[in-house]
């Protein structure tokens, strides 16, 4: 596979719009035929845009996340199950550039350069809540281990090159995995220590086509229909020491983990409300009729009634603010990045918390308000205008905001600052 290299956050942007418009053209069908995007997550790849975040060092943009924030918002405003496939591959680039081994990087950032995609193998269902994770690392032949699970909501994976798992060390002694060739702040190196149902976590990089490893399209959500957020099982799949890297360790000390990861959530979620509200301007404009009485006070079509234009501006300015917040969260997150500590880190992860908690609260009721501004007609299941609304509710559904105001309520409160479990 090849794949364009983009030089700067400019080219990023250029490309990303570039491509919203022309998934924009195909998404309404796509919904509602579920019919899986595999030409137009190829078109991403070549692209470029998958690997804008492979640090310069390594030959890649390392575009700020302000830039990448918004190539998110455009994707989602065009199509939002397609927004959603690549969100967890950048989440887990950043997993090797916090705690893969110099090897490490070098070799799946190449990957990354080339167009090969990631995809995610994390949640379970039936355990006592979302970290429960009951996936095992267990140690194998020849310096090698072997993983056993079932993974649920594995969005990209069907559609990935690589698929990142979660799981924990089984009992018994590890080969070494970590950080042991490079210095890089935060990272540790050592063995795997003996552990039981509650040994740390890692990530286990492993093919798409590996023996035991099977993906499956059964995910039948009512919105995010195309995402194939399916199931993945993983039977007795070898995996090779250094296509491990020590997750656990990704929380000790200041990080960013969780706020880019949430970032990238929030990104969509604007990204659902704007194109929510373009598609009901548009509406309007082209297709609504004016309300009676609007016609006898002397408003001619419906994008002239005064309660309607009313309604739009307050729906204009919640989109607004949802974007202002999310650009002030990237920057929290730039300048974090800039200068790491524990106070820096909380201040972005607070930043991001805020933007996540107003974009899912626009994204719902801009979806929703769609069918109150265009009127009866819009109810018609063939324009699939409903898809706004079923995207935005399934998507918030992620982690719960409220959550998130109770951190954010403490940190203004107490200055309490937020954990670091990787969803704030």
Known sequence: ???????????????????????????????????????????????????????????????????????????????????????????????????????????????VLAGRRFGNAQSEKGTRHVQDIRTRLTPGPAGSYVLTGEKHYATGAL?????????????????????????????ASGSVESAGVD???????????APGVTVVDDWDGMGQRTT???????????????????????????????????LLHAAIDVGIASGALEEAAAFVRTSSRPWFEAVGEGYGTAAEDPLLVQRFGELAVQV????????????????????LTDATAAEASIAVAAAKVHAAGTAVETGSALFEVTGTRAA?????????????????????????????????LTGTRPPRHGLL
């Open 1 to 111: 596979m090849g794949a364009h290299v983009i030089a700067d956050d400019a080219e990023a942007l250029a490309v990303a719009a570039g491509l919203a418009v022309a998934f924009r053209a195909g998404a309404a069908a796509r919904d509602a035929e579920r019919a899986l995007p595999r030409a137009e997550v190829d078109r991403l790849s070549a692209s470029g845009l998958l690997a804008v975040s492979v640090p310069r060092a390594y030959g890649g943009a390392e575009v700020s996340a302000r830039t990448l924030a918004e190539i998110f918002r455009l994707l989602a405003a065009a199509d939002p199950s397609l927004a959603q496939i690549p969100q967890s591959h950048f989440v887990y680039v950043n997993v090797l550039l916090r705690q893969g081994t110099l090897e490490q990087r070098k070799f799946f950032l190449g990957e």
């Open 159 to 187: 559609f990935a090159d690589w698929i990142p798992v979660l799981a924990r060390v089984g009992t018994g002694e590890g080969p070494a995995v970590g950080p042991a060739s490079d210095s890089t702040p935060g990272s």
């Open 199 to 209: 040994g740390p976590l890692h990530v286990a990089y492993v093919r798409r086509d």
């Open 228 to 262: 194939a957020s399916g199931t993945v099982r993983l039977a007795e799949v070898a995996v090779a020491a250094d296509r491990v890297v020590p997750h656990h360790l990704t929380f000790e000390g200041p990080q960013l983990h969780g706020a880019v990861a949430q």
């Open 320 to 339: 607004r603010a949802s974007a202002a917040l999310l650009a002030a969260a990237a920057d929290a997150v730039d300048a974090a990045r800039a200068d």
């Open 380 to 412: 018609q299941d063939g324009l699939n205008l409903h898809r706004y609304w079923r995207d935005a509710r399934t998507h918030t559904l992620h982690d719960p905001v409220r959550w998130k105001v109770w951190h954010i309520g403490r940190y203004a």
